[in-house]
């Protein structure tokens, strides 16, 4: 089956450093891939859908300029997280599509991201 | 806009049946899913059920559709201590529910 791949799976970095998120399609071409934030016990919360080869495009009240993707290639999107602070501690997860509109997401196993 | 809505937790006993019920709003998507998340890891795609249908089986679980109440639910036969997880509806484009926690108690 089709299986994305997230790496890291838990980073621990200091305020005001950047990290880098990178979420692979391993199997399968992936157009669009999707960024999400989950807060404890709580859903995921779309931040933004990352389009190759295009800007990302953003949710409202997501900061484009904190929230950095680049989709350069049909397999590889990544999210960084710029000038991290404690609040931006978080678990990060991203998602691809095989192709059309209807078919399922399939997700990384997500990152831990704590910033200290 | 789309709008899904779960139950929040449910506990059942080891070998009893739960039942995770969702609500939504629009009806316009082909698909509804259902997802399962396990501690500190990523969504797991359980099953979906395509809105021209009713009702699907796939081993332990069922998927119950009614598009006039536009209500989906999914039963786990047997439960068993493996299937406490949050599980996720999930509702054409990127529309989750709010997670269902399922808590088994042997």
């Known amino acids: 089956g089709a299986v994305v791949s997230q790496h890291p799976s838990w980073v621990i970095c200091k305020s005001g450093t950047s990290v880098k998120i990178e979420c692979r399609s391993l199997?399968?071409?992936?157009?669009?891939m999707f960024w999400y934030r989950q807060f404890p016990k709580q859903s995921l919360m779309l931040m933004a859908t990352?389009?190759?080869?295009?800007?990302?495009?953003?949710e409202q009240g997501v900061e484009k300029d904190k929230f950095l993707i680049n989709h350069a290639s049909l397999t590889l999107s990544t999210l960084t997280v710029t000038s991290a602070h404690p609040e931006d501690s978080s678990f990060y997860i991203c998602?691809?599509?095989?192709?059309?509109?209807?078919?399922?997401?399939?997700f990384g196993n997500g990152t831990r991201l704590t910033v200290t | 806009g789309e709008d899904v809505e779960q139950s929040l937790f449910l506990s059942v006993r080891e070998g009893d049946s739960s039942v995770i019920n969702c609500t939504y709003t629009d009806s316009s998507s082909t698909y509804l899913y259902w997802y399962k998340q396990e501690p500190g890891a990523g969504l797991q795609l359980l099953t979906y059920?395509?809105?021209?249908?009713d009702m699907k089986q796939d081993q332990r679980l069922t998927v119950l559709l009614n598009k006039k109440d536009k209500h989906l639910s999914l039963r786990i036969a047997d439960t068993q201590t493996g299937d406490s997880a949050i599980y996720f509806c999930v509702y054409g484009k990127l529309t989750f529910g709010q997670g269902t926690i399922l808590t088994v108690h042997p």
């Open positions: 998602s691809a599509r095989i192709s059309s509109y209807n078919s399922p997401l399939h």
């Open positions: 059920i395509f809105s021209n249908m």
């Open positions: 990352s389009n190759e080869g295009s800007k990302a495009t953003y």
């Open positions: 199997d399968f071409q992936a157009t669009t």
